[in-house]
């Protein structure tokens, strides 16, 4: 099955026609598939303005997210785990994807995942740890989640996510909001993780995550928004609000 489905347009320049591609999650289960089993990133492209659309998926990732949990309590968080989001270079048509993954953490916990592909959709850069949260705290605290990337009109890529870096040992799970960015050149790629920096707090204190909805776990919201006008971003997301 697939969920998480989400087009991007390529641009109409001399690389691309305006193509259009669709990124989503595959999950495939059956023991005796001929595909990657398991739960992938993939992408299906069309080159007919979407009259048609190709029928092999490109599996450009394992989606290796483990969930997210309260650090104080161990509750379930309800959180964009198997969703990735997806932009395109209005310019380039380079695109990016970000998803939640564990791999960074050696399974222990979630972090931002992103790739890239500049050719469209058919190959991807390996994916990289795009979030900034400090690796000195607890595990618990390290996750990062929601993750959504977007690309302004003069090429700077953003990535937003949750985490819990100003969590305490006091009742409530303290969370907070953040960006950060990077800027292409011919010396300074997006597809690599030290390129992101730049971090901004959107969050002005941190909220607690245990006042949320409870809906299969505390819950913020799995579908987020982020977007560009012109050079700047626009960040929609949710937090709780009250003690």
Same mark, same amino acid.
């Given at each position: 099955?697939?969920?998480?489905?989400?087009?991007?347009? #390529?641009?109409?320049?001399?690389?691309?026609?305006?193509?259009?591609?669709?990124? =989503?999650?595959?999950?495939?289960?059956?023991?005796?598939?001929?595909?990657?089993?398991?739960?992938?990133?993939?992408?299906?492209? %069309?080159?007919?303005?979407?009259?048609?659309?190709?029928?092999?998926?490109?599996?450009?990732?394992?989606?290796?997210?483990?969930?997210?949990?309260?650090?104080?309590?161990?509750?379930?968080?309800?959180?964009?785990?198997?969703?990735?989001?997806?932009?395109?270079?209005?310019?380039?048509?380079?695109?990016?994807?970000?998803?939640?993954? %564990?791999?960074?953490?050696?399974?222990?916990?979630?972090?931002?995942?992103?790739?890239?592909?500049?050719?469209?959709? #058919?190959?991807?850069?390996?994916?990289?740890?795009?979030?900034?949260?400090?690796?000195?705290?607890?595990?618990?605290?390290?996750?990062?989640?929601?993750? %959504?990337?977007?690309?302004?009109?003069?090429?700077?890529? *953003?990535?937003?996510?949750?985490? =819990?870096?100003?969590?305490?040992?006091?009742?409530?799970?303290?969370?907070?909001?953040?960006?950060?960015?990077?800027?292409?050149?011919?010396?300074? *790629?997006?597809?690599?993780?030290?390129?992101?920096?730049?971090?901004?707090?959107?969050?002005?204190?941190? =909220?607690? #995550?245990?006042?949320?909805?409870?809906?299969?776990?505390?819950?913020?919201?799995?579908?987020?928004?982020?977007?560009?006008?012109?050079?700047?971003?626009?960040? =929609?997301?949710?937090?709780?609000?009250?003690?």
């Amino acid at each position: 099955q697939t969920i998480g489905n989400q087009i991007a347009v #390529l641009p109409d320049n001399q690389k691309f026609d305006g193509e259009l591609v669709d990124v =989503f999650t595959l999950i495939n289960n059956f023991k005796n598939a001929d595909k990657e089993r398991g739960i992938n990133v993939a992408v299906i492209r %069309s080159t007919n303005h979407g009259r048609t659309w190709s029928q092999e998926p490109v599996v450009f990732a394992k989606l290796l997210s483990i969930g997210v949990t309260d650090p104080d309590n161990g509750n379930p968080v309800r959180t964009a785990d198997i969703i990735p989001d997806v932009a395109v270079d209005p310019h380039s048509g380079q695109l990016y994807a970000v998803w939640q993954d %564990s791999r960074f953490g050696g399974g222990a916990y979630d972090s931002v995942a992103l790739s890239t592909s500049t050719d469209g959709g #058919l190959t991807w850069s390996t994916p990289v740890k795009v979030n900034k949260t400090p690796a000195t705290i607890s595990a618990a605290d390290r996750q990062a989640f929601v993750p %959504s990337v977007d690309v302004a009109g003069d090429g700077t890529v *953003s990535v937003t996510y949750y985490d =819990f870096r100003n969590n305490t040992p006091e009742p409530k799970a303290l969370t907070d909001y953040w960006a950060v960015h990077c800027h292409p050149s011919a010396s300074n *790629s997006c597809s690599r993780s030290g390129n992101y920096g730049a971090e901004v707090r959107l969050t002005d204190t941190s =909220f607690d #995550l245990e006042q949320a909805p409870v809906a299969r776990g505390y819950f913020l919201g799995d579908y987020e928004g982020l977007a560009s006008m012109g050079p700047d971003f626009g960040a =929609f997301y949710s937090q709780t609000q009250g003690p």
